[in-house]
């Protein structure tokens, strides 16, 4: 073999062991046909916050999630913790870990440089959101230079770090901002004909809407999988308040039994167990690909429903 043969199958064999490398764990569970199992971080913003979430992370290590999400505040407010706190679930707690990532107050420039960041931390995996106006704002100004849109940010992604899983939000009860269900399904379909892997919802209490929404994304041409998200109401006033923001509704059932324990202090909380693994069961058997959980850096409901769900048969790894 001649000098120039030799140097291009060395060329072509380093190029195939980078691509190997550089697989995202994700990726390849997402191809996977058993359940995933994620939950959701927001970096601390004191060292006693600090301490409670990288306890929380090692508590929940014994349940293996498939990744972590880890919040990115708006306008980049909380850049610098949330690649900090990145590093630290990746390194001191081995998890995956899936930094957001949000169009707010960025120039493409300062965009592509964060990729890069997050890149050269060996972070494979990226949630795409067009992201809130920050505090005290009602409406979304994208930055003269910036995006306006989260399927540009994934387009911009995809760009930039080729190789990346990507992530992106759905809303099976419609954005705030979307003038209709069909509207927001046409803008979902854009962020993962822009190069988007999966979906993760907002949180939702009715496993009917997930099930019609799922039903409407495929019938728009949207293949990819979608990850359920729950959360565990502590109480009636949480329950309402996190409803307020997403535009999420409240079943009937759900809030008279809230309604009830709102009498006895400490009752909701296992009721809002209850309600979780309620549907955490349904959708599991009803062929959802996973469970992502907004579990506000606290174990004990994450902790419970796993618990239940081994005892059901589920995540016996």
């Known amino acids: 073999m001649s000098k120039n ?49 990288l306890s929380v992370a090692k508590e929940l290590t014994a349940y293996v999630p ?20 990145a590093h630290k ?8 870990v899936l930094p957001h990532l949000t169009c707010v107050g960025h120039s493409i420039k300062e965009l592509e440089e964060i990729i890069e960041e ?4 060996g972070l494979s995996q990226i949630m795409a959101l067009r992201g809130d106006p920050p505090s005290g704002e009602t409406d979304f100004k994208p930055h ?15 760009k930039v770090y080729p190789e990346c899983t990507i992530g992106v939000a759905g809303y099976p009860e419609t954005h705030a901002e979307a003038p209709s269900a069909e509207v927001d399904l046409l803008h979902l379909k854009r962020k993962v004909d822009n190069g988007a892997d999966f979906i993760t919802t907002q949180l939702f209490f009715d496993n009917a809407v997930y099930f019609d929404f799922v039903k409407r994304a495929r019938q728009a041409g949207i293949t990819v999988p979608i990850i359920p998200g729950l959360m565990c109401a ?3 006033k949480q329950a309402k308040r996190f409803c307020k923001m997403g535009g999420t509704s409240l079943p009937a059932e759900f809030e008279a039994r809230l309604l009830a324990a709102s009498e006895n202090s400490g009752a909701s909380k296992p009721i809002g167990i209850d309600w979780m693994y309620a549907q955490a069961l349904e959708l599991l058997e009803r062929g959802a690909p996973g469970l992502h959980l907004y579990i506000l850096n606290q174990a004990g409901p994450a902790v419970a429903l796993m618990k239940k769900l081994h005892a059901a048969g589920f995540y016996q790894r």
Do not use: W
């Open 5 to 53: 043969g030799r140097e291009f199958y060395r060329s072509f064999y380093l190029s195939y062991i980078d691509t190997i490398m550089s697989i995202s764990p994700l990726k390849e569970r997402l191809e996977s046909p058993s359940a995933l199992f994620s939950i959701e971080f927001f970096p601390p913003k004191s060292d006693a916050a600090a301490t409670q979430l």
């Open 66 to 85: 498939d990744f972590a999400s880890i919040t990115y505040g708006a306008g980049g407010s909380s850049r610098t913790r949330t690649l900090k706190y």
């Open 89 to 96: 679930l990746k390194e001191n707690c081995g998890y995956t």
């Open 118 to 121: 997050f890149r050269e931390a």
């Open 144 to 158: 003269p230079n910036g995006l306006s849109h989260a399927n540009e940010l994934v387009q911009l992604i995809r």
């Open 234 to 236: 502590k109480s009636l």
